[in-house]
T-cell receptor, first 115, second 114 residues
Framework: QQQVKQSPQSLIVQKGGISIINCAYE??????FPWYQQFPGKGPALLIA?????SEKKEGRFTISFNKSAKQFSLHIMDSQPGDSATYFC??????????????FGKGTLLTVNP | GAGVSQSPSNKVTEKGKDVELRCDPI?????LYWYRQSLGQGLEFLIY????????KSGLPSDRFSAERTGGSVSTLTIQRTQQEDSAVYLC????????????FGSGTRLTVV
C-alpha cells in the first residue's frame, strides 16, 4: 500500500522554467511534509518542509503548496537551473512513539533542467 | 564527525552470502534509521534505534534482515543469505533526540547481489 503517491516520475524543464512536482497522501495522521533532493551517489538532503496548518511555504526559488482538504501538496521550483537537476522525493511524517518520527516517501521524480 | 558515514559505499556479493553494512552517525545524534532505496522506488523504512530503547523493527522485510547498534553509536545492518531482490541502496540517517524531523542521511551503500 503506497501511502504517498508522487507524480510525475520524470520531468524535463528548460532553464528558467517552472518545475512542478505533485504528491498526494491518504493518512490524515501525517503531520509534517518535507521534500528531499538527491543527487547521484548522495543521500537525500532536506530541501524544504511544511506543516499542515500552513497552505504555502517559500524558501528562495522553492515553494511548497499544501491543500489539506484534498490531501495534496506540491513543490514548485521557480527559475529552474541545470544545477537543480536531481531526484526529488516528497515525504510525510507520522509519530510512532518515543522520539520516532517515521518518514513515508514517495517514489521520487527525476528532474532534468536543460540549459 | 561532519556527517553520517556509511561503509562500504559499494558492495557486490554472491547470492546466498551474508553481508554487513555499517553506519556511523553524527556525533551526539541519538536516533538512527535505516532505509532501503530500490531502483525506481522511494525510500522504504527498515528499522529505527533510539538510545537504549527497544528498536522499531517493523520495516524489516524478512528474518534474513537484522540490525544492531552498539554503544548508542555505530550501527550494523546484516542481511543473511542474500537474494537478488535485496539489491538496493541502503541508507542510514541520524537525528538528535529532541529534533522531530532533522534527519541527516548518509550517502548509502549500494548492494548488488549477483
Amino acid at each position: 500500500q503506497q501511502q504517498v503517491k508522487q507524480s510525475p516520475q520524470s520531468l524535463i524543464v528548460q532553464k528558467g522554467g517552472i518545475s512542478i512536482i505533485n504528491c498526494a497522501y491518504e493518512n490524515t495522521a501525517f503531520d509534517y511534509f518535507p521534500w528531499y533532493q538527491q543527487f547521484p551517489g548522495k543521500g537525500p538532503a532536506l530541501l524544504i518542509a511544511i506543516r499542515p496548518d500552513v497552505s504555502e511555504k517559500k524558501e528562495g526559488r522553492f515553494t511548497i503548496s499544501f491543500n489539506k482538504s484534498a490531501k495534496q501538496f506540491s513543490l514548485h521550483i521557480m527559475d529552474s537551473q541545470p544545477g537543480d537537476s536531481a531526484t526529488y522525493f516528497c515525504a510525510a511524517s507520522t509519530y510512532s512513539g518515543g522520539s520516532n518520527y517515521k518518514l513515508t516517501f514517495g517514489k521520487g521524480t527525476l528532474l532534468t533542467v536543460n540549459p | 564527525g561532519a556527517g553520517v558515514s556509511q561503509s562500504p559505499s559499494n558492495k557486490v556479493t554472491e547470492k546466498g552470502k551474508d553481508v554487513e553494512l555499517r553506519c556511523d552517525p553524527i556525533s551526539g545524534h541519538t536516533a538512527l534509521y535505516w532505509y532501503r532505496q530500490s531502483l525506481g522506488q522511494g525510500l522504504e523504512f527498515l528499522i529505527y534505534f533510539q538510545g537504549n530503547s527497544a528498536p522499531d523493527k517493523s520495516g524489516l522485510p524478512s528474518d534474513r534482515f537484522s540490525a544492531e547498534r552498539t554503544g548508542g553509536s555505530v550501527s550494523t545492518l546484516t542481511i543473511q543469505r542474500t537474494q537478488q531482490e535485496d539489491s538496493a541502496v541502503y541508507l542510514c540517517a541520524s537525528k538528535p533526540r529532541d529534533s522531530k524531523y532533522g534527519y541527516t542521511f548518509g550517502s548509502g551503500t549500494r548492494l548488488t547481489v549477483v
